[in-house]
């Protein structure tokens, strides 16, 4: 399945290093290319391998916070979050980002657009890549700008170690959110990204605290979340309008991936058709923490791409792309199979930046993954596949040529 919904009968896949080179009938390639090594994977379909769009590895041990859906509120988690993130060792966060890492490789997803604090960012701590992905450093801020701030020589030095690093991360940059980072700051990292060509991206529209905080300066995040973290004194915002009305107003919402949207109304996401803002969801997060579900109709009829993304264990409980597809199969009985299997594969490419990688095809990354066939033989029902796919019937992962997972283990 080159593409979801795209199939070739007993297809095969040439692989030259890290690249796809050919796609097409098993008997023509391996009778072009005799010499080639075969990996024979039987009753298999042979997909890209899914991208997670928005992840926090370094949160996979703390999974002891992921309450029961609807049973907590949103400030109040998020306090829990940075009061965990203060006491745990670090320890905890960097075996997180390994264990979380096999955690993806193992349910299929070879591609992951991941938040990373200051301290995790491209130091040689942070264990070994085995999964393509995007680092987006987190930026929280109330400073106004990046000179009143330590991160510019850190965000230059993760500009020029790019280039050296394993060829399976890129980075980018990450403002937390329009109430976590000043809107002047916000403007001179979105001018940044544009300078550098980095992929931008920030949770957006998560919650009504956010629309409340932006709207009157009131609510959650001015009485718990501020004075918690020592932001009494900064002025609340008061703009008279939501924060993605505001940003809208202010031209912030440039070359930006907005994680969660579930705020946003039909109107605004017409205007983020228009700015080429790519949406990427997470709406088990979204349902676990109390906050509402975006409005997936809208999005698609206003000619948006979304991506798909889990979030992190602290407020789900898997990383498996598998289950964040049948949540959105359940809560959007009407969405087709082929557009959910596309939001977490073509669509997180997009959103990530990146050009070759999210489907097969000749130059693209040779990521991809094979499913074992509950039907074999035939062309599989995209439906069932959502349906039923687990980790257990992830036969094979491959990453950039590299085979991380097999039916008999990792490798
Ligand atoms: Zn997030």
């Known amino acids: 399945m080159p593409r979801p919904g795209t199939f070739i009968a007993d297809g095969a896949v040439l692989v030259v290093n890290q690249r796809i080179v050919r796609l097409g009938q098993a008997g023509e390639i391996s009778g072009s290319f005799p010499n080639a090594a075969r990996i024979h994977q039987e009753d298999c379909l042979l997909m890209p391998g899914l991208i997670n769009a928005h992840c926090h590895l370094e949160l996979t041990a703390l999974s002891s916070l992921c309450p029961r859906p609807g049973t907590v509120d949103f400030i109040d988690w998020i306090l829990s979050v940075i009061t965990a993130k203060k006491k745990a ?12 890492q096999q955690l993806l490789l193992e349910s299929g997803t070879t591609c992951v657009g991941d938040y990373h604090s200051p301290q995790w960012f491209q130091t040689d701590d942070a264990p070994r890549n085995q999964i393509r992905a995007v680092h987006f450093l987190e930026i929280i801020s109330r400073e106004e700008s990046l000179e009143q701030d330590r991160q510019p020589e850190l965000l230059e030095s993760c500009l020029v170690h790019e280039s050296r690093q394993d060829s399976l991360v890129q980075v980018g940059i990450a403002p937390h959110s329009p109430y976590t980072v000043s809107l002047p700051l916000l403007g001179q990292l979105i001018t940044m990204a544009e300078k550098h060509r980095l992929p931008l991206s920030m949770h957006l529209g998560e919650s009504a605290a956010e629309s409340r905080f932006f709207r009157d300066g009131r609510g959650p995040i001015a009485t718990k979340l501020y004075p918690f973290v020592g932001w009494q004194d900064f002025p ?13 107003q202010e031209n912030l919402l440039r070359c930006l991936s907005a994680v969660h949207l579930g705020t946003a109304r039909s109107d605004q996401l017409k205007e983020f058709a228009r700015l080429a803002v790519k949406p990427i969801l997470c709406p088990r997060s979204n349902h676990t923490l109390g906050n509402p579900l975006p409005d997936l109709e809208a999005m698609l009829n206003s000619g948006l791409a979304p991506a798909l993304g889990t979030d992190s264990l602290a407020s789900v409980d898997s990383l498996s792309l598998w289950d964040e597809m049948r949540f959105l199969r359940q809560n959007f009985p009407d969405l087709p199979a082929e557009i959910i299997l596309t939001m977490a594969t ?4 997009a ?3 990146l050009q070759d990688v999210g489907q097969l095809a000749p130059e693209c990354q040779a990521d991809m993954i094979a499913v074992q066939l509950r039907a074999p033989r035939q062309i599989p029902s995209l439906d069932e596949l959502i349906e039923h796919t687990d980790i257990q019937d992830i ?3 491959m990453v950039g040529g590299k085979i991380e997972k097999s039916a008999t283990g990792i490798p």
Do not use: C, H, Q
């Open 351 to 353: 959103a990530l930046g």
């Open 89 to 100: 060792p670090e320890k905890l966060f960097k075996d997180g980002l390994a264990a979380g």
């Open 395 to 397: 036969r094979m992962v």
């Open 346 to 349: 073509v669509n997180g490419a």
């Open 236 to 248: 609340p915002p008061a703009y008279g309008k939501d924060s993605i009305d505001t940003l809208l």
